[in-house]
């Protein structure tokens, strides 16, 4: 690889960070081979960094800001940032329209002033909005534009909505939270209550995992192909899942560091690249 995909391995290293079992994912989908795939996975981690990451809505607005002029740009200019290079250098960026590129980017603008969800229903529906763009993406780059993204874009809301459930007592103080407000009044529970471990926010706490495994079932009778990453990252979070829901502290046990790996995850990456080969071979 030139100089190009080098400059990627900073960004690859810190959605690895973030999504370690992703390492897995790597011994089929080589970035030797596919460094475009490797980039778009890297490059959404840099997007919900900045929509949920930066503390300061005028902050992160200025960051999505540069990405949307970025994306326009990108298909004449190739790109400054050093994804944006290795992603317009593949000749499936040229295949995907610029409304696509940007829809991740203006769906991550739109939601940075909401507020906290009135149910899980409202809930699904609002991160929807972001996530679903960046599976339409996704699925578009993997599979080409004629592939369904609805399977993957409920996973994908269901890996966000889990990840910020597992966030709850370091967000407890931000305008947008990770459990509805159904469950708040439910279960009589205050902003100082969400920080500190006890049975209402056990309770609290259970109920959201509860709904998202109903959820996650309901999403595999959807259609659409997923990536390799999508289908390692819907397995590994409905595994977090099933195990923090049973567990007599769900919310430590969720943000517990696990395993990445194991034979279980490996069979689940080479079955999933196996899709992936045949899908595009038509």
Same mark, same amino acid.
């Given at each position: 690889m030139d100089a190009g995909y080098d400059a990627l391995q900073s960004y690859v290293d810190k959605w690895?960070?973030?999504?370690?079992?992703?390492?897995?994912?790597?011994a089929f989908v080589d970035p030797a081979q596919h460094p475009g795939?490797?980039?778009l996975a890297a490059w959404e981690?840099?997007?919900?960094?900045?929509?949920?990451?930066?503390?300061?809505?005028?902050?992160?607005?200025?960051?999505?800001?540069?990405?949307?002029?970025?994306?326009?740009?990108?298909p004449q200019s190739g790109g400054r940032?050093?994804?944006?290079?290795?992603?317009?250098?593949?000749?499936?960026?040229?295949?995907?329209?610029?409304?696509?590129w940007l829809a991740p980017v203006l769906a991550a603008m739109a939601q940075l002033e909401e507020g906290t969800a009135a149910d899980f229903a409202a809930q699904l529906a609002a991160a929807s909005q972001l996530h679903g763009a960046l599976a339409a993406l996704e699925t578009a780059w993997w599979f080409g534009e004629a592939a369904s993204p609805e399977r993957a874009a409920r996973l994908a809301t269901l890996a966000h909505l889990l990840h910020a459930l597992r966030r709850l007592d370091d967000d407890a103080e931000r305008d947008r939270l990770p459990l509805p407000m159904a469950y708040l009044a439910r279960y009589g529970l205050s902003r100082d209550q969400l920080r500190r471990p006890g049975a209402a926010r056990n309770a609290?706490?259970?109920?959201? $995992? /509860?709904?998202?495994?109903? &959820? @996650?079932?309901? #999403?595999?009778?959807l259609p659409g192909p997923l990536s390799v990453f999508r289908a390692l990252e819907a397995r590994d979070g409905e595994r977090q899942a099933q195990r923090a829901a049973g567990a007599s502290?769900?919310?430590?046990?969720?943000?517990?560091?696990?395993?990445?790996?194991? $034979? /279980?995850?490996?069979?689940? &990456? @080479?079955?999933? #690249?196996?899709?992936w080969h045949r899908t595009i071979a038509g």
């Open positions: 690895l960070d973030a999504q370690p079992v992703q390492r897995v994912a790597l795939h490797v980039a981690q840099e997007l919900l960094a900045a929509a949920y990451g930066i503390r300061e809505p005028h902050v992160a607005a200025a960051k999505l800001n540069w990405w949307a002029e970025e994306l326009a740009a990108a940032h050093p994804l944006t290079r290795v992603l317009f250098d593949d000749e499936r960026a040229a295949r995907i329209g610029s409304e696509r609290a706490v259970r109920a959201q $995992l /509860g709904e998202l495994a109903t &959820a @996650w079932r309901e #999403a595999g009778r502290e769900p919310l430590e046990t969720l943000q517990r560091p696990r395993p990445a790996g194991g $034979l /279980g995850a490996t069979l689940a &990456a @080479w079955q999933a #690249a196996r899709h």
